[in-house]
């Protein structure tokens, strides 16, 4: 199965403004991410995907390809799909450019899927792993997941799902991790619909899959790293790189 990384790279974000530039331990936020997903050795080509120079130079002089967009785009998922309309694989997976950490033993889990009995089925997949911190469920920044018993995305909301009215019956809340997978014609699908109303309200692009009836088959997993969303979060990735030195 031919394998293609796409990571999707901006310099602006409202919580942490040039966060794909700021570094950890001597290495801007988008070189450690894609060093990470290249050295998984899982993918055929590693490629950044921005509209702006100094992320085109960053990932360049670390002897990466990078896909110059064309235009603004209203998500992640829309910006990568540019980047893979001319290239062949059977899966594309977008790794989010604010993962240094990013870990083979998880990505080879959500490629696993697209192998399985049923894997002709699976046309989108995406990762979630158990929250257990109730404070976190709360947090409407985590995003919840509630899975049916294939491991099927029913909804994303930043609301705690489910709501527990019997508390005797124990149920994991799951976290959803934004590294998605896509046979190539699910994710050229994607870019020809419309935004839709629950993704809209709920600021969570793969509601539009559910909303055409596409289903989303999920990979329960152990956490990737830290998500780099504010400038305190700098401080966590550089604790990780002490504990493993």
Known sequence: MR???????????SRFPRKMLAQIAGKSVIRRTYESALATGLFEEVVVVTDNDEIEAEIRAAGGPVFRSTRAFESGTDRIAEAAADRAADVFVNVQGDEPFVQR???????????GEDALQVQVASLVQELKDQRLIADPNYVKVALDLKGNA????????PYVRDASVKLPYYEHIG????????????????????????????????????????????????????????????EILRKRQ
């Open 3 to 13: 394998v293609i990384a796409l990571i999707p790279a901006r310099i602006d974000s």
């Open 105 to 115: 033993e998880p990505l080879a889990q959500l490629l696993n899927l697209f192998n």
């Open 154 to 161: 029913l909804f994303f909301s930043r609301s705690p799902v």
């Open 179 to 238: 590294v998605y997978a896509f046979r190539k014609e699910a994710l050229m699908q994607f870019t020809r619909w419309e935004p839709t109303p629950l993704e809209r309200t709920e600021k969570i692009e793969c509601l539009r899959f559910l909303e055409h009836g596409v289903p989303l088959r999920m990979a329960i997993t152990q956490y990737m790293g830290v998500e780099i969303d504010h400038p305190e979060d700098i401080v966590k990735a550089e």
